[in-house]
């Protein structure tokens, strides 16, 4: 059995998770789940290691750290088959990532020295410093879609600016954040620095959330969850930082290229078995575009190859679970009678596993439930519209604002169309949503604040003013 880290022990926990493998849906592993004492003590001992970890200079917490990357570094193939094994992505896929917490990790390392206050020229002789100083234990809770990668985007800043950290991986995924929280201690994190507690997210993250000791809040995960951790945290004014759910469009104008056009719109919303914040769900495509780039996503949603994620030449392996599946399978249901139309795909393969082949429907439009919530799965709604107005106005008919995609090849019309999309990242002719060292997040109900590059740092840190007096 994996059990709990807290401080330097291993701990069995209060009762066991069954981790199962989507590619077969069978068991994989027993983890230990945390339960409401085993919180406290992780909360514990990050608050007694706050002082010392804290107290290091910002380039002796570096050494760690990089250290800490080199590790994952040698270990990414064990990371990626962990992964791929545990969440069903391709194996590419996830050794891609595991190589992303190893550059993550190498950024923040880096970062930690370059990231300092200010001299203020106030209106009294003297002098005004700002300081950024460290929040104390910061409590990071993490959906099941990009287990590793998200745990990292919060701890790489969280550590570098001196905080101490529990993490909560998601039930249905813990083992690589437990794998990570060895490997930080291999490289030399005081013992309480790093916590790694899976547990129930209504009673371990909740728990978290109330707690008096926690500082912060960082999470991914659902857009109503982080709504009531955003309440529970009210009680103690706790900070929160939320990567929230997205319907994020992909607005394709008719002077671009189809088939590259059509390649993207797919790769977008179908990597990851459609199981991704960024997924570009709703392609909205000018009309006299819009039949022949229906047709070419067809084709080549036809043609992905959905299956084992372990072979290398695997497109898309299953979603995560049973339920997942089903909830898809409804909106596939509910598409037909919302009256949109049905193009291609939504079957479920012969075998075990939670596969569902990636299904297109077209002629959809604002006000159904197919283009208005998140489905988290490998279905895209496509719709079309006449005028960038109507484009934009569509794009920006939605609760969500994290991220998006604008195909053109008019250079002031993607500037005015860039600027007016309401979504915290936007790329165009591109489908990336993810660079390292630029701010990642969503406007609206999409989330608050902000990861990854230097804007991380400010949403782990104080700010404080310190006024010498001379006179
Ligand atoms: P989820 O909200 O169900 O769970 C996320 C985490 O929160 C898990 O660790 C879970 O145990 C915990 N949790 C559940 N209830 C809680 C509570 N009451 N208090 C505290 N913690 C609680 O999300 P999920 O299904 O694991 O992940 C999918 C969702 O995450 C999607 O909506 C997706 O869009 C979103 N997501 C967002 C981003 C982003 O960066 N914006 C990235 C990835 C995923």
């Not at 022990?9 to 590619?23: D, Y």
């Not at 290691?49 to 200079?57: C, I, L, Q, V």
């Not at 939670?354 to 799965?377: C, N, Q, T």
Request: proline share 5%.
């Amino acid at each position: 059995m994996h059990q709990l880290i807290i401080g330097d022990r291993r701990l069995k926990g209060a009762g066991t998770i069954s981790v199962t493998e989507p590619a077969t849906g069978r068991p994989m592993a027993e983890v230990a789940a945390a339960g409401s004492e085993d919180l406290d003590q992780a909360v514990a001992a990050a608050k007694a290691a706050f002082p010392e970890w804290s107290g290091r200079t910002a380039v002796a917490r570096a050494e760690v750290l990089f250290r800490f990357s080199s590790l994952v570094r040698e270990h990414v193939e064990e990371l990626a088959l962990l992964e791929a094994r545990n969440v069903g992505k391709p194996i590419g896929d996830a050794r891609w990532e595991a190589n992303h917490v190893a550059d993550t990790l190498r950024y923040y390392a880096g970062a930690a020295d370059k990231f300092f206050g200010e001299t203020v020229q106030v209106g009294k002789p003297g002098l005004d410093i700002t300081l950024r100083q460290a929040m104390g234990v910061v409590g990071l809770i993490v959906p099941w879609n990009f287990p590793m990668v998200i745990a990292t985007w919060k701890l790489g800043p969280a550590l570098a600016t001196g905080n101490t950290v529990v993490l909560k991986p998601a039930s249905l995924t813990p083992l690589s954040a437990l794998r990570l929280g060895e490997l930080g201690l291999e490289a030399g994190l005081p013992p309480g620095v790093l916590n790694v507690v899976p547990g129930p997210g209504a009673r371990i993250g909740q728990q978290m959330s109330a707690h008096p000791d926690v500082a912060k809040i960082a999470f991914t995960g659902e857009t109503e969850t982080g709504r009531r951790i955003m309440a529970t945290a009210a009680a103690t004014i706790k900070r929160v930082s939320l990567e929230l759910g997205g319907k994020s469009p992909n607005i394709i104008f008719a002077d671009v290229d189809v088939e590259e056009a059509a390649r993207h719109a797919c790769a977008s919303v179908f990597a990851n078995a459609g199981q991704d914040c960024c997924a570009r769900a709703r392609v909205i495509v000018e009309r006299s575009l819009y039949p022949r780039l229906v047709e070419a996503m067809a084709a080549v949603t036809t043609a992905m190859k959905v299956g084992d994620p372990l072979k290398e030449t695997t497109e898309m392996g299953p979603v995560i679970s049973a339920a997942q599946r089903d909830s898809t399978e409804r909106y596939i249901a509910l598409a037909r009678q919302e009256g949109a139309r049905y193009v291609c795909g939504g079957e479920r393969p012969d075998g075990d596993g939670f596969f569902l082949r990636p299904s297109i429907f077209a002629d959809a439009k604002p006000g159904m439930r197919i283009v208005d919530e998140e489905i988290f799965g490998p279905m895209v709604v496509v719709i079309p519209f006449d005028t960038e107005a109507e484009a934009v106005s569509i794009a920006n008919d939605s609760i969500y604002g994290l991220s998006g995609s604008l195909w053109t090849n008019d250079l002031k019309r993607a500037l005015r169309v860039a600027r007016a999309v309401r979504t915290g990242v936007l790329s165009v002719n591109s489908s990336s949503s993810v660079h390292l060292q630029a701010p990642f997040g969503g406007f609206k109900q999409s989330g608050l604040g902000r990861e990854l590059g230097m804007h991380a740092l400010e949403h782990y840190t104080e700010i404080k003013n310190v006024y010498f007096e001379t006179n």
